[in-house]
Nanobody, 123 residues
């Protein structure tokens, strides 16, 4: 059963440093590119960060230097470590997996499986 489960969202003050976690089923985690994407009210969904099966990470310009996306292979988990949060980071955050080991362009359409999302609100 393929599954992605996010956790860790909530209300955060600007400048805060929350962590989001995405736990994937073992069959999906191995060899997959895992990404974090977000959608703010009235805006299109956008990629935030992605990490391939070799641990190579990519970041959107808007979060580069503030977010990291470490991969915890022992626990089938990809975290989104968020620092220096801004009100414009407010969005529903989704974890997604591309069954290809490489993230390629990590375009939204490349992701095959999605979690249910977790809300992050920055005030």
């Amino acid at each position: 059963h393929v599954q992605l489960v996010e956790s860790g969202g909530g209300s955060v003050q600007a400048g805060g440093s929350p962590r989001l976690s995405c736990v994937a089923s073992r069959s999906l985690y191995s060899g997959a590119c895992v990404g974090w994407l977000r959608q703010a009210p009235g805006k299109e969904r956008e990629g935030v960060a992605a990490i391939d099966s070799d641990g190579i990470a990519s970041y959107a310009d808007s979060v580069k230097g503030r977010f990291t996306v470490p991969r915890d292979n022992a626990n089938n988990t990809v975290n989104l470590m968020m620092n220096s949060l801004k009100p414009e980071d407010t969005a529903m955050y989704y974890c997604a997996a591309d069954v290809s080991p490489s993230c390629g362009t990590w375009a939204i359409a490349e992701f095959d499986f999605w979690g249910q999302g977790t809300q992050v609100t920055v005030s």
